[in-house]
């Protein structure tokens, strides 16, 4: 399986004129990674749920989902946080460290 990092133009599809370039090692599955939401992001009516019920909700294959395979680079998103059904939420660590590829096998923990 192959991930694209960065292509030019931005958006398109490639086909037998693209060129390919590989460069680097390979990038690592994430193994686990503790996120966190921010409280002032959820709805009002969510910010008294506990961690269950918010897990419950949004790592849903249907909230979720979106972001498997989705490749996670911890300095930018340690910054800024990824976004899941308009709640902001925020890395506290990651296995391996750095970066890594979110899969289905990613044990997600969301305790407090």
């Not at 133009?9 to 490639?14: A, H, L, R």
């Not at 990038?27 to 749920?49: F, M």
Request: glycine share 6%.
């Amino acid at each position: 399986e192959w991930k694209v990092i960065k292509s030019q133009p931005n958006d398109g599809f490639m086909d037998a004129s693209t060129t390919i370039y590989c460069n680097g090692p390979c990038i690592n599955d994430i193994k686990s990674i503790k996120i966190r939401p921010k409280y002032e992001s959820l709805p009002i009516e969510q910010q008294n749920w506990n961690s269950q019920q918010i897990k419950q909700h949004y790592l849903s294959i249907e909230m979720f989902g979106k972001l498997y395979f989705k490749y996670f680079d911890v300095n930018d998103l340690r910054k800024y946080g990824f976004n899941v059904g308009n709640v902001e939420f925020m890395i506290h660590d990651m296995d391996p460290k750095m970066s890594g590829v979110l899969t289905c096998a990613t044990d997600i923990d969301m305790t407090p």
